[in-house]
């Protein structure tokens, strides 16, 4: 992500992903309530208020662009942590 301005408590990124993984993370950060745009040819822009708005961004482009086996292996260790804390 790249930053566009810088303001106080907001800053606008730049999210570079191809064309179908834009689409589908603009749409699924809309669901969430997260502005962003999102024009033919161009980046996936988002406003970042907050850590928690980061964090859900993250987790979005992360479930639309990470391999099956990255996203297995991140599940496998959530299970290992959670069971080693019961």
Known sequence: MKPLTSQPQEEKYNIEVNKIDRW????????LDIPCWCETNQSLTVDINNVTTAIQIWS???????????????????????????
Request: with cysteine.
């Open 60 to 86: 979005v482009v992360r479930q639309s662009t990470a391999s099956r086996q990255e996203l297995v292996a991140t599940l496998k260790k959530c299970w290992q942590i959670r069971y080693r804390q019961s």
């Open 24 to 31: 589908q993370i603009y749409y699924r950060l809309r669901e």
